[in-house]
């Protein structure tokens, strides 16, 4: 109903687990580091927890949009079931054909066990995620725990991903579940999001839907984080009503009175009316005020010797991410590529044919999405999306980061700026520019050999610390997959032992052109 009104392409705040809207904070990232480091190890069992809402599924979602291509994957989304009807599912899932109307536990489990070792023999692997896995029964659990029994000398057949709420940790810390617990080799609790995640989660999914400009104000936004209590199912739920109230009411910004009343439909409850004190309470409450009231007093002269200060600086900071007057918004990202090509030395060609443009001077464009850290670990200047309270968000060149103040440009003007500021005003996409070293052309993958894995092995040497092996045909072994594995975690990236362009970028941060952090930093 509000869609149009609002100007959006689709509603931003379906409950929907589409990792499009996936907001990684840094729960998040960690978490779905967490999953991708199970999956891609040689383990049986990977656990991710975490309260109602809190994003579990949607990270499983983009948890598939990263696994090995060589990975056949089956989901148990209906976790209370008996044995054989587990066991029948997973078949189903994966295909197996088995005796119609079999009810054999020892029939099930023989043809998984067939099918796993014909897998391997392949090449593939298989992983098994269950959803609300608090649910399962411990007789369930157990015949799961007994299919991760089919092994190799390297590696177990079966992989389990197991996604559920607190009660799943409680659940396997009993005594009974030690064989299962010591089996997981990943594990995560998701908690939910900060204040300042709220205040990015709302404006990501907004500019995901088609809303570049500020739709909530500071302040009910603020409300937002109280009332949710940073649960993302919960702002989904009170976003979603709220954009419908501002609608009704003709209001192009939601405030927070409809915010408020918007919970409230929500959470089943009028917000502002609670129950009446009880006189200890309220006696309780006089004494506190009373104590506040002598405080303030003391610090009263303090603050009003600060405030003529506070105003000089402030119309400096609000104007810190204005654009340009000449440059119109949708202009800010034909600027922001401009600059980061020059940058770079490279001819620019316009917008739509940049990054083709790019290649012909054996550069590549690529674009991501993270945090600050992210950006800093890949030392390249970047093309950002800030936002700004009350207008459209704007492109900028993130050019220079030195300790807690980064350089952009928007338009043609250089600023300086927080770096924690620039979190707060930026949805996390990015895109960077980057030349691939000619040793490393083409990507290395486990089982080469020559000078391109010499380079690898004395380019990880150099980072541990330890001396390199000398060995000019040095082969890409396990045990080099599992320094590039345990360096890919490290730095953010799938864990996959291919060492692509993200992971040569990350391994040449001191290769040739413009670096984003200053000297030292």
């Not at 541990?464 to 072994?477: E, F, I, N």
Request: include cysteine; proline fraction near 5%.
């Amino acid at each position: 109903m509000y869609k149009q009104y609002f100007g959006l392409k689709e509603l931003p705040f379906s409950i929907a687990p589409d990792p499009r809207y996936l907001y990684m904070s840094e729960k998040h990232r960690e978490a779905l580091a967490h999953l991708l480091y199970g999956i891609c190890s040689d383990g049986g069992f990977v656990l991710l927890t975490g309260e109602v809402g809190t994003g579990k599924t949607t990270v499983c979602r983009c948890l598939l949009e990263q696994i090995p291509e060589n990975a056949d994957v089956a989901f148990i989304l209906n976790p209370r079931l008996t044995v054989d009807e587990l066991l029948a599912t997973v078949c189903d899932e994966l295909r197996i054909a088995y005796p119609a109307g079999n009810r054999s536990v020892k029939v099930f489990v023989d043809l998984i066990n067939g099918y796993l070792l014909d897998a391997h023999a392949r090449g593939r692997r298989t992983i098994l995620i269950i959803e609300e896995a608090q649910n399962l029964d411990a007789g369930v659990l157990e015949q799961i725990r007994l299919l991760t029994n089919l092994e190799t000398n390297r590696q177990k057949l079966l992989q389990i991903v197991m996604l559920g709420q607190p009660e799943l940790k409680a659940l396997l810390a009993r005594h009974e579940m030690r064989q299962l617990s010591q089996r997981i080799t990943a594990r995560y609790h998701l908690g939910a999001l900060s204040g300042k995640d709220v205040s990015a989660y709302v404006r990501h999914r907004l500019a995901v839907a088609g809303i570049e400009e500020e739709v909530f104000s500071t302040a009910a936004v603020n409300r937002l984080y109280i009332l949710s209590g940073g649960i993302p199912r919960l702002i989904n739920l009170i976003c979603d009503r709220a954009l419908l109230g501002a609608y009704v009411k003709e209001k192009r910004i939601v405030d927070a009175s409809i915010l408020a009343k918007a919970a409230g439909e929500v959470l089943g409850r009028q917000e502002g009316k609670g129950r009446k004190m009880r006189p200890l309470r309220w006696l309780l409450t006089v004494l506190v005020l009373c104590l506040c009231a002598a405080g303030l007093a003391a610090v009263y002269s303090a603050k009003e010797a600060r405030t003529e200060a506070v105003k000089k600086v402030m119309p400096q900071a609000a104007q810190t991410l204005q654009r340009p007057a000449e440059i119109p918004p949708e202009k800010s990202a034909d600027r922001a590529y401009q600059e980061l090509f020059n940058l770079w030395n490279i001819p620019y060609p316009g917008l739509n044919s940049a990054c083709d443009r790019a290649s012909a001077y054996g550069a590549v464009c690529l674009s991501g999405k993270g945090n600050i850290e992210t950006i800093k670990k890949l030392n390249r200047p970047a093309v950002l999306k800030l936002f700004d309270t009350g207008e459209r968000g704007s492109s900028a060149l993130l050019k220079k980061i030195e300790g807690g103040n980064a350089t952009i440009v928007i338009g043609t003007e250089a600023r300086e700026m927080d770096v924690g500021e620039i979190e707060k005003r930026w949805a996390g996409d990015y895109t960077i520019l980057w030349k691939e070293p000619l040793i490393f052309t083409g990507g290395l993958r486990p089982g080469a050999r020559g000078p391109e894995v010499h380079r690898l092995e004395e380019q990880l040497a150099l980072m541990d610390g330890l001396p390199p092996s000398g060995q000019q045909d040095a082969v890409y072994d396990e045990r080099l997959a599992g320094r590039v594995k345990k360096f890919q975690l490290s730095r953010g990236l799938v864990p996959d032992g291919i060492v692509g362009p993200r992971t040569i970028m990350q391994l040449n941060t001191g290769g040739a052109g413009p670096k984003l952090l200053a000297e030292g930093g």
